[in-house]
């Protein structure tokens, strides 16, 4: 079984905004593939669905960002999911706008979401897909992430979201982190 996890901020306030990139990562799939979050439990919206023969688990914490390991951490254990079968999906400011990077561990990054799921886990032996949202050039951080994306922008995030669809189907497919990596880094 897999867990494939969008991280962002629950509420309209949020939506569509750059810290909501995993949220909209994973709404892309759902739409693509015509499936839905129809279950609301282990503080957020998952559904549980065969896919290419798989059980996957897709699910956005309701958590807020920074407390994304415990909704992770409830589902990865109550269905028995180990952490090599999670990818996370979370923006990235380390990285230009709509740029992938595929990681199999690692640190957090200083991303909180990151940070959480780390903790609540107890491991950093989880994939994550990330996807590039830039540092800010004028505005503060929490203003950049808490803002939308523009026109432009948001067309090189649509591409990403494209890619992102193919390594979600990879994942799920059973291709491991360094072939991911090759793949899309």
Avoid at 117 to 136: S, V, Y
């Amino acid at each position: 079984m897999k867990l494939i996890a969008g991280l962002g901020n629950p509420g309209k306030k949020y939506d569509q905004t750059k810290h909501n990139t995993g949220f909209m990562a994973l709404d892309h799939y759902l739409s693509k593939n015509n499936l839905d979050l129809d279950k609301d439990k282990f503080e957020g919206l998952w559904t549980k669905q065969k896919v290419n023969g798989e059980d996957v688990i897709f699910l956005e914490p309701q958590t807020f960002m920074n407390d994304s390991g415990k909704s992770i951490a409830q589902v990865a254990n109550f269905f028995k999911i180990a952490p090599e079968d999670i990818l996370v999906i979370h923006d990235d400011m380390d990285m230009p706008i709509g740029k992938i990077r595929i990681r199999a561990n690692g640190k957090s990054g200083g991303h909180n979401g990151i940070k959480s799921i780390m903790a609540c886990l107890g491991t950093n032996n989880f994939n994550r897909l990330k996807i590039g949202i830039r540092h800010p050039q004028k505005e503060s951080v929490v203003s950049w992430v808490l803002s939308p994306f523009n026109d432009e922008q948001q067309k090189l995030m649509d591409a990403a979201f494209e890619v992102s669809e193919n390594i979600i189907n990879d994942f799920i497919k059973g291709k491991n982190a360094q072939y991911l990596m090759n793949q899309y880094n």
